[in-house]
């Protein structure tokens, strides 16, 4: 008695090894395609997103998709070009916080 799934033939005795290599090996390679896929437009994204975040242009995306992982670890370790905007609001925020508490304490001299 032969039951037929696809490609594996199942006997009275059991399965056929070689079917069952012939389906584990034809499901890893459609697998591993999948996976390749993802990673093939997975990397330009994450780039591109990357690129943007640190005030770069969207050619970082053509980059990711030419170079991959290279291109985002280009853009990993390039300077961030947001930080001159970064540090300006930081040092404004420390002047009024500074003339706050200056402010503050002027007005509790006076009221002794």
């Given at each position: 008695?032969?039951?037929d799934?696809g490609?594996?033939n199942?006997?009275?005795?059991?399965?056929?090894?070689?079917?069952l290599m012939?389906?584990?090996r034809?499901s890893?390679?459609?697998?591993l395609?999948?996976?390749?896929?993802?990673?093939?437009f997975?990397?330009?994204?994450?780039?591109?997103?990357?690129?943007?975040?640190?005030?770069?242009?969207?050619?970082?995306?053509?980059?990711?998709?030419?170079f991959?992982?290279?291109?985002?670890?280009?853009?990993?370790?390039?300077?961030?070009?947001?930080?001159?905007?970064?540090?300006?609001?930081?040092d404004?925020?420390?002047?009024?916080?500074?003339?706050?508490?200056?402010v503050?304490?002027?007005?509790?001299?006076?009221?002794?």
């Amino acid at each position: 008695m032969w039951v037929d799934l696809g490609n594996l033939n199942v006997t009275e005795k059991g399965v056929n090894m070689y079917d069952l290599m012939d389906l584990v090996r034809g499901s890893l390679g459609f697998i591993l395609i999948v996976l390749l896929i993802c990673y093939i437009f997975a990397i330009p994204f994450f780039t591109s997103w990357l690129a943007s975040q640190k005030g770069y242009s969207g050619v970082w995306f053509l980059l990711g998709l030419i170079f991959g992982i290279l291109a985002f670890l280009a853009i990993g370790f390039a300077p961030d070009k947001n930080i001159n905007e970064i540090a300006s609001t930081v040092d404004s925020l420390k002047k009024s916080l500074k003339n706050q508490n200056t402010v503050k304490t002027n007005n509790n001299d006076e009221k002794e």
